[in-house]
C-alpha cells in the first residue's frame, strides 16, 4: 500500500501475492515475464496522470491552456502562452525562439511549437509567445543567446 506524496489523493494497489510469486518462479527458469502485470491496469497511468495534471495546473497562469504530451515526451506539457513545463519536477524548460519558429527538445524528440499549437487550436504568434516570456522573465534562448 503507498501514499502519493505529491498532494492529499492517496492511490493504493494490492498485489496477488500468488501471481507475484508465479512470475518471479517463471522469471528464474528463463521465461519472458512481465510483471507490470501485477498492477491493475489502470493503476500506473492513473497515478502519473493525476500527479501531472496537478503539478501543471498550479503552475499555470489565468486562462492559459495546456496539453499533456504522451509517449516519448511523457511527463512534459505545452502551453497555450508558449512554455513547456517537466510535470513530474514542477519545472519550465527553455525554448528556442528565432524569428520564425520555436522549438525546444524533450528528449531525443524536437518539438516545433506551431504544428503543436495547430493541433490544439491555439492562435501561434511567434511575437507575442516572445513579448509574454520578456513579459514574464520566463528564460529562453534567442538566435543562440540566452535570455534570463
Given at each position: 500500500?503507498?501514499?502519493?506524496?505529491?498532494?492529499?489523493?492517496?492511490?493504493?494497489?494490492y498485489?496477488?501475492?500468488?501471481?507475484?510469486?508465479?512470475?518471479?518462479?517463471?522469471?528464474?527458469?528463463?521465461?519472458?515475464?512481465?510483471?507490470?502485470?501485477?498492477?491493475?491496469e489502470?493503476?500506473?497511468?492513473?497515478?502519473?496522470?493525476?500527479?501531472?495534471?496537478?503539478?501543471?495546473?498550479?503552475?499555470?497562469?489565468?486562462?492559459?491552456?495546456?496539453?499533456?504530451?504522451?509517449?516519448?515526451?511523457?511527463?512534459?506539457?505545452?502551453?497555450?502562452?508558449?512554455?513547456?513545463?517537466?510535470?513530474?519536477?514542477?519545472?519550465?524548460?527553455?525554448?528556442?525562439?528565432?524569428?520564425?519558429?520555436?522549438?525546444?527538445?524533450?528528449?531525443?524528440?524536437?518539438?516545433?511549437?506551431?504544428?503543436?499549437?495547430?493541433?490544439?487550436?491555439w492562435?501561434?504568434?511567434?511575437?507575442t509567445?516572445?513579448?509574454?516570456?520578456?513579459?514574464?522573465?520566463?528564460?529562453?534562448?534567442?538566435?543562440?543567446?540566452?535570455?534570463?
Open positions: 500500500m503507498g501514499k502519493s506524496h505529491y498532494d492529499s489523493k492517496m492511490f493504493y494497489t498485489l496477488d501475492g500468488d501471481k507475484a510469486w508465479l512470475l518471479i518462479e517463471q522469471k528464474t527458469m528463463g521465461h519472458n515475464v512481465d510483471f507490470d502485470t501485477l498492477y491493475p489502470h493503476f500506473i497511468t492513473e497515478v502519473t496522470s493525476v500527479v501531472n495534471e496537478e503539478k501543471v495546473q498550479s503552475m499555470l497562469l489565468p486562462d492559459e491552456q495546456y496539453s499533456l504530451f504522451g509517449g516519448n515526451c511523457d511527463n512534459y506539457a505545452i502551453t497555450s502562452l508558449g512554455r513547456i513545463f517537466n510535470a513530474k519536477y514542477a519545472t519550465q524548460s527553455k525554448v528556442y525562439i528565432a524569428k520564425d519558429k520555436i522549438t525546444t527538445n524533450i528528449r531525443t524528440t524536437k518539438i516545433y511549437f506551431a504544428a503543436e499549437f495547430m493541433k490544439h487550436g492562435s501561434f504568434d511567434i511575437d509567445i516572445k513579448h509574454n516570456y520578456d513579459k514574464h522573465k520566463w528564460a529562453y534562448h534567442y538566435k543562440g543567446v540566452n535570455h534570463n
